[in-house]
């Protein structure tokens, strides 16, 4: 059901002159649509789409600690090269916070201070990849945060 009316969103745009990206998140249950595999397959059946990844959320998904390591998620970022080509990877769309989850995935999104997150490997693998776009703070406590983010990301950028 999501893919048609995803193609119905994008010709409605497209008909309207708007050549908005439209990005289907990554989703933080395992119950929902919104796997990495959902969202690349919707970019790569659609132009004009692309994901939005949400780092905490494919943490969350899975309920076990998972999807918190380098290694984890440069396999991760390499799966959107292999499917969507290098230039994804050039104009990547990152939603990040902390995140509480349970066994079902996402309870709710926490300060990065209070999560077990490890966003420092997450920059690592990034920068690692060659990755450029930008990076959207959903922390309860954004502003500072970001800034975490902002320092975190120019050291590691820097080395």
Request: positive net charge; contains cysteine.
């Amino acid at each position: 059901m999501a893919l048609p009316r995803l193609r119905a969103c994008l010709k409605e745009l497209r008909d309207a002159g708007n050549p908005a990206v439209l990005r289907p998140e990554t989703m933080g249950k395992s119950a929902m649509l919104g796997s990495l595999d959902d969202t690349l397959m919707m970019a790569a059946e659609m132009e004009g789409v692309l994901p939005c990844l949400d780092f905490a959320h494919l943490h969350a998904r899975p309920g076990d600690g998972s999807a918190n390591s380098y290694d984890e998620w440069l396999a991760m970022l390499k799966l959107v090269r292999k499917r969507l080509g290098a230039g994804a990877l050039k104009q990547i769309h990152i939603h990040l916070s902390g995140i509480e989850y349970g066994p079902k995935g996402e309870k709710h999104h926490l300060p990065l201070a209070e999560a077990d997150l490890k966003y420092r490997d997450l920059f690592r693998a990034l920068h690692d990849s060659g990755c450029a776009g930008r990076i959207l703070c959903e922390s309860p406590k954004m502003e500072d945060d970001a800034l975490v983010m902002r320092k975190a990301w120019t050291k590691i950028a820097k080395a």
